[in-house]
Nanobody, 128 residues
Framework: QVQLVESGGGLVQAGGSLRLSCAASGRTFSTAAMGWFRQAPGKDRELVAAIRWSGGSTYYVDSVKGRFTISGDNARNTVYLQMNKLKPEDTAVYYC?????????????????????WGQGTQVTVSS
């Protein structure tokens, strides 16, 4: 059974930093891409960042560009999200996701349908 486990969430003051980690456990598998989604109260779940292993291409939602950085280790199905200059509007539950299917366009990985496995979520709260 494949499991994704997130860690690193917590409470941080505005302007601070936080580093989220996600690692797969259980059955060995390969992934084409991994990403981070988040869901804030009263809002739909949205992609925060994604990384496609082939070529190392990355994708970010406009609101986090220049502040967040996604990285990882394909061989270990591990992904990180370095979050800097955090804002109260970043407060949300953050979910790690992994996709096995290969798509021609990086933008495909902005959609939930591209992913096969999901973590349980980790809470990030940014105080003003």
């Amino acid at each position: 059974q494949v499991q994704l486990v997130e860690s690193g969430g917590g409470l941080v003051q505005a302007g601070g930093s936080l580093r989220l980690s996600c690692a797969a456990s259980g059955r060995t598998f390969s992934t084409a891409a991994m990403g981070w989604f988040r869901q804030a109260p009263g809002k739909d779940r949205e992609l925060v960042a994604a990384i496609r292993w082939s070529g190392g291409s990355t994708y970010y939602v406009d609101s986090v560009k220049g502040r967040f950085t996604i990285s990882g280790d394909n061989a270990r199905n591990t992904v990180y999200l370095q979050m800097n200059k955090l804002k109260p509007e970043d407060t949300a539950v953050y979910y790690c996701a992994a996709g096995r299917r290969v798509y021609s366009g990086l933008n495909v990985y902005a959609a939930e349908r591209a992913y096969d496995y999901w973590g349980q979520g980790t809470q990030v709260t940014v105080s003003s």
